[in-house]
């Protein structure tokens, strides 16, 4: 059994900057790739970023391009998403997610966060 636990969330004016921690635990061998996926009231989950195991290459949706950044620490089998000019429209519950079936989706998500952005 392998455990994602999100943590760094809270509340920021427009314009600010959170950053959100996702450590894996349990029985894990860090080789897969992880991600976050966010949900806000009445919406479906979706995807925001993931970062590859293999390489580290990184995958963005386009509304966060060039404000979020994932990066990981693989020794510590720990990623990060920093989150600048944050906007109105980024406040959700945000969910650290891992593929560990290699299926290539990131199937397995933590409890989540609380990301509210105010104006």
């Known amino acids: 059994q392998v455990y994602l636990t999100e943590s760094g969330g809270g509340l920021v004016q427009t314009g600010g900057s959170l950053r959100l921690s996702c450590a894996a635990s349990g029985r894990t061998s860090g080789t897969y790739d992880m991600g976050w996926l966010r949900q806000a009231p009445g919406k479906e989950r979706e995807f925001v970023a993931l970062?590859?195991?293999?390489?580290?290459?990184?995958h963005y949706a386009d509304s966060v391009k060039g404000r979020f950044t994932i990066s990981r620490d693989n020794a510590k089998n720990t990623i990060y998403l920093q989150m600048n000019n944050l906007k109105a429209e980024d406040s959700a519950v945000y969910y650290c997610a891992a593929d560990f079936k290699g299926s290539g989706d990131l199937g397995s998500w933590g409890q989540g966060t609380q990301v509210t952005v105010s104006a």
């Open positions: 970062i590859k195991w293999r390489d580290g290459n990184t």
